[in-house]
C-alpha cells in the first residue's frame, strides 16, 4: 500500500539510472543513516559499540570486498584474511616508520599494498577455475600467516610477535572513544559502499559478472579475461586491506597473526555466503549475522535468567549458531539479502497479492 | 504519495529508537550495593579447556570460600561472573567489554589467563582504569610499572622462567660455563605466550654460548611431528617446552615416540599439571617443569574449601580434584585479587572499591611469610611485595619432577638474575611507551 512506485516518473536519463528508483528505499535509506549517524551514538552503551557495532562495520565492510571478488567476478578465495592481515601490518609499518603521515592517507596506502599483494595471488585465476582456485588462494592465506610470524621486520622486531597500534589522529582529532570510532568506521563504510555499488554497475562490474557467469562468452564479446579477474581481485583486495587497517587499529590495538587466521578467512566467506553472493546488502546482514548472533546467543540464558554453567551456555551457543546457518540456507539458498528481496516485492503487492 | 512516504519514515523512525531503546535498557541495573564484582574470564570449552576448567573452579572456588568463611572482604560481599572466552582473543576482549562496567563499583581487576588477551586488553586498561593481574604470564616486560600501570605480572614473568631453567642446566652441567657448545632446543606454542622467553634466552645464549634452536608448534599442537623429526636429528641436550593445553601432554608423547629422555625435558610453569602429564601415562616419568606460586597438595585453605564449600554442595568442580596444581594456582590468582582489595581498604575504607582503588591495593601488596601461612596457603606461594615501579613482588620458583603418580619437587628455590631481566624489560618496556606514546609514570610523586 505504501510500498509503490506508481506517479513516480523518470523523466531524464539521470533519474532513471540512480541508484535507488523508488522514492520509499531512497527516504527509508535516508532515514537509516540519519538514525545511525545521529541517533546511535546517544542510544548505544559503549559495550554494544566496541563488541557488536565497531566489529559488525569493520567486518561488514571486509565482506563487501570479498562480495566483489566471490559474489561478483565469480573467482571463490578462502585466503582473504591474508589481505586484511597485509592492510593491517602495512598500515602498522606506515604508521610507525613514517608518524606524520595522516590516518586516512596510511588507510589508502595500506589498501594499495594489500591490491598490490591480491593481484599477485590472483594471477593462478587467470589458468585455474572455481574449486581449484580455491584451493590455490590458501597458499595466500598460509604464506601471510608465516610471513608475519617469521619474518620479525614486519612486526618491528617486537619478541612476542605481537604488535600494538599508537592512538589514532587525524586533522587534530583524536579518534579514541568507542562513539568517534563508530562514527568514524561508519562514515568509511557508507563511502567505500557507494564506491563498491557505482563499481558494480559500471562497466567493470559489468566485466566482472560476465565473467563470473560465463568467462568464455564474455571473451567472446571483447572483455579481457585477465583485466577483468586482475581488477577485480585488486578492488577486492584494497577493500579488505582497508579493513585489515581498521580492524588492527580501531578494534584490536595490538594484534598477533593468529588474528588473521583461516577461522578468520572462512568466516568472511561465510558471511558473503549466508547473506547473499552478489549483493552489497547481502555484505551487510552476513556480517551481521556472524558477528552479532553468537555474542547474542551467549547472552540469552543469562537475560532470560536461565542459571546455566557457562561451558554449558558456550556448547548451546555453538550448537544453536550451526543449526541457524543451516536452517538459513535451506529456506533460502540465496542468503538473507535474497529474503530481504523477498519480502518487499512482497511488500508491493500489499495488501492485494495475486 | 508524499505524504505516506513521509509516514513510513516516522514509523521506521520511531520503530528503530523503540528497538534501540530495548536493546540499551535490557543491560541490567544495579543498586549501589555493599558488593565488590570480580569477573573472570574462564575457558571451559575448547582445545585448552583440560587446564581452563581446573584453574577457573580454583578461582571461582576461593571467591566462594571468602564468602562462606569471612562473610565477604571485610563485610563486603563478593559477588562474580564467568564469561568463557575459549582462550580466543576476540572473544576475551568481548568478555572484558561485557563485564568491566558490572557490579556497583565495575569490575575489580581482570585475570584473564591467556597472553594474547592480556596483550589485547593491555592498551584498554589505562582508558577503563581497571588492573590487568596476570600472575605467571602476560608480558614479561610489564614488570616496569613506570609504563604498564595497569599490568601486574605477580610473581614472576616468562623471563624469569626461562631465566630459572638456563641456571638449573647450568647447574646440572656444573657451572652456566659448562653450557658452551650445548644446544638448548625451545619446543614453543606459536603465540605471544610461546614467544615471549625468546628474547632471554637469546640473551643468555649470547652470554654462555649454548645453541638455541627455537621449534614453534602452531596451535592447538596437535601436530608435532615435525617439531620432533628435527628434534630427532638435531639431538639437543635440553628441551624446553613452552606448551598450554594439549600440547604439552603430545610433546611428551612423541618424546616417548622418539625417544628423547625426559628427564631432560624442562616445562614452564604451565606445562607442569596433572593433565600434561597424565595422558602420556607412564612414558611421562622423569618429565620436569616449574612451578612457581602453586605446587600440587593440600593445606589448610583446602580443609577450609572441603568443610565450607564442598561439604555444602557449592564446589564448582569434583571433590577429587581439589588440589591439583592449576587448581592450586587458581586459588592463589584469586586470593592475590582478593588480598589487594583487603589492602586497598586499608587505604579508601571497608566499602565496594573501583579498580583505580585496587591498583593501588596491588601496589602496596605485601604478603609475607606470616600472611601467607595465616591465609592457610603456607608451602603454596612465596612472599611477594610489589611497589609502583615494580608490579611483580617475587621471581623465584622451584623445580618438580613427575614420577609417574605425582608430582614432587626436585630442586631448591631459583632467583632470577634480575642483572640480565631488568635491562631487557627496560629496553622492551621503552620500546612500547615511544610505540604508544606513554609518557613515564612518576612514581616518587604518586605514593
Known amino acids: 500500500m505504501f510500498y509503490r512506485e506508481n506517479g513516480q516518473y523518470k523523466t531524464s536519463y539521470a533519474a532513471d539510472q540512480q541508484m535507488l528508483p523508488i522514492l520509499q528505499d531512497r527516504v527509508f535509506l535516508a532515514g537509516v543513516v540519519v538514525f545511525a549517524f545521529v541517533a546511535v551514538p546517544f542510544l548505544v552503551s559503549d559495550y554494544l559499540f566496541l563488541s557488536l557495532l565497531i566489529p559488525f562495520l569493520i567486518l561488514a565492510l571486509a565482506a563487501i570486498g570479498l562480495n566483489l571478488l566471490v559474489g561478483y567476478c565469480g573467482q571463490i578465495s578462502i585466503g582473504h584474511a591474508a589481505f586484511m592481515a597485509v592492510g593491517a601490518y602495512a598500515a602498522y609499518n606506515l604508521a610507525l616508520r613514517i608518524p606524520q603521515l595522516n590516518f586516512l592517507v596510511v588507510l589508502v596506502l595500506a589498501g594499495l599494498i594489500a591490491a598490490a599483494v591480491g593481484m599477485l595471488f ?125 580492524w588492527g587499529f580501531m578494534h584490536l590495538g595490538s594484534w598477533e597473526p593468529l588474528a588473521f587466521n583461516l577461522t578468520l578467512s572462512l568466516n568472511l566467506l561465510f558471511m558473503i555466503i549466508i547473506g547473499g553472493m ?68 512482497k511488500l508491493r503487492l500489499w495488501p492485494f497479492p495475486h | 504519495m508524499r505524504q505516506a512516504a513521509k509516514t513510513r519514515l516516522l514509523a521506521t523512525a520511531a520503530g528503530a529508537v523503540l528497538m534501540a531503546a530495548a536493546v540499551t535498557a535490557s543491560a541490567p541495573a544495579f543498586a549501589q550495593a555493599k558488593e565488590q564484582f570480580f569477573p573472570v574470564l574462564s575457558y571451559r570449552t575448547g582445545a585448552y579447556a583440560p587446564n581452563g576448567v581446573p584453574f577457573a573452579n580454583g578461582y571461582v572456588d576461593y571467591l566462594k570460600l571468602v564468602n562462606a568463611r569471612d562473610g565477604g572482604i571485610n563485610g563486603i560481599k ?15 576482549v568481548e568478555c572484558y567489554e561485557r563485564l568491566k562496567g558490572k557490579g556497583p563499583t565495575g569490575a575489580t581487576l581482570f585475570q584473564p589467563l591467556s597472553t594474547g588477551i592480556t596483550f589485547a586488553v593491555t592498551d584498554k586498561a589505562p582508558t577503563d582504569r581497571i588492573p590487568i593481574v596476570t600472575a605467571g604470564y602476560g608480558r614479561a616486560d610489564s614488570v616496569d610499572g613506570t609504563i604498564f600501570g595497569w599490568n601486574f605480572p605477580l610473581g614472576g614473568t616468562y623471563w624469569d622462567a626461562a631465566d630459572i631453567l638456563v641456571q638449573h642446566v647450568g647447574k646440572k652441567e656444573g657451572g652456566v660455563d659448562n653450557l658452551k657448545g650445548k644446544k638448548i632446543a625451545l619446543v614453543y606454542h606459536d603465540s605471544p605466550y610461546g614467544k615471549e622467553p625468546i628474547p632471554l ?59 628423547y629422555p625426559r628427564e631432560k625435558m624442562y616445562g614452564v610453569w604451565w606445562a607442569g599439571a596433572e593433565p600434561d602429564v597424565t595422558p602420556a601415562g607412564d612414558g611421562a616419568k622423569g618429565y620436569n617443569a616449574l612451578v612457581f606460586l602453586a605446587p600440587a597438595g593440600q593445606g589448610q585453605v583446602h580443609k577450609d574449601m572441603l568443610k565450607h564449600v564442598y561439604e555444602k554442595g557449592q564446589g564448582t568442580g569434583k571433590k577429587e580434584e581439589v588440589g591439583e596444581v592449576l587448581y592450586n594456582r587458581g586459588m592463589v590468582s584469586a586470593m592475590m585479587g582478593v588480598e589487594a582489595v583487603k589492602r586497598a581498604q586499608i587505604k579508601y575504607g571497608k566499602k565496594p572499591l573501583k579498580g583505580e582503588e585496587v591498583r593501588w591495593g596491588l601496589e602496596n601488596l605485601a604478603i609475607d611469610a606470616g600472611a601467607i601461612k595465616k591465609l ?3 608451602g603454596f606461594m612465596a612472599p611477594v611485595s610489589t611497589s609502583c615501579a615494580d608490579h611483580q613482588g617475587a621471581r623465584s620458583a622451584s623445580l618438580q619432577t613427575w614420577d609417574g603418580k605425582k608430582w614432587s619437587s626436585s630442586s631448591g628455590m631459583y632467583e632470577a638474575d634480575a642483572q640480565i631481566i631488568k635491562p631487557l624489560i627496560r629496553a622492551s618496556a621503552e620500546k612500547y611507551a615511544a610505540e604508544k606514546k606513554i609518557t613515564r609514570r612518576d612514581c616518587a610523586k604518586e605514593q
Open chain 1, 278 to 345: 552478489g549483493s552489497l546488502l547481502g555484505s551487510y546482514f552476513g556480517a551481521a549475522f556472524i558477528v552479532v548472533l553468537p555474542i547474542l546467543l551467549n547472552q540469552i540464558p543469562a537475560m532470560l535468567g536461565i542459571p546455566l554453567s557457562t561451558a554449558m551456555v558456550s556448547h548451546l551457543e555453538i550448537m544453536i549458531f550451526g543449526a541457524l546457518i543451516v536452517f538459513f540456507l535451506i529456506v533460502e539458498p540465496h542468503g538473507l539479502a535474497r529474503l530481504w528481496a523477498i519480502g518487499k516485492e
Open chain 2, 376 to 378: 592457610g596457603f603456607e
Open chain 2, 78 to 92: 563478593i559477588t562474580f561472573e564467568e564469561c568463557e572466552t575459549g582462550y580466543a582473543t576476540d572473544r576475551g
Open chain 1, 122 to 246: 590472483g594471477i593462478p585465476s587467470l589458468r585455474i577455475k572455481g574449486l581449484y582456485l580455491a584451493v590455490a588462494t590458501l597458499a595466500a592465506q598460509f604464506f601471510m600467516d608465516w610471513l608475519f610470524a617469521r619474518v620479525k621486520w614486519f612486526t618491528n622486531y617486537a619478541s612476542s610477535g605481537s604488535v600494538s597500534t599508537a592512538p589514532v589522529e587525524m586533522f587534530g582529532w583524536k579518534i579514541d572513544t568507542p562513539t568517534e570510532k563508530y562514527v568514524f568506521l561508519l562514515a568509511v563504510l557508507i563511502v567505500f559502499t557507494l564506491v563498491a555499488k557505482n563499481l558494480v554497475r559500471s562497466h567493470i562490474g559489468r566485466a566482472w559478472m560476465a565473467m563470473r557467469d560465463m568467462d568464455v562468452a564474455a571473451e567472446v564479446i571483447g572483455i579481457r579475461p585477465v583485466y577483468a579477474k586482475l581488477s577485480a581481485f585488486a578492488v577486492s583486495s584494497f577493500y579488505v586491506g582497508v579493513a585489515g587497517a581498521l
Open chain 2, 201 to 259: 634466552l637469546q640473551e643468555r645464549a649470547k652470554m654462555h654460548g649454548y645453541e638455541l634452536l627455537l621449534l614453534p608448534v602452531t596451535h592447538p599442537g596437535v601436530e608435532q611431528k615435525a617439531t620432533w623429526l628435527q628434534i630427532r636429528q638435531q639431538r639437543p641436550d635440553y628441551v624446553f617446552l613452552w606448551g598450554w593445553g594439549v600440547m604439552n601432554s603430545t610433546s611428551i608423547k612423541e618424546a616417548v615416540a622418539t625417544g
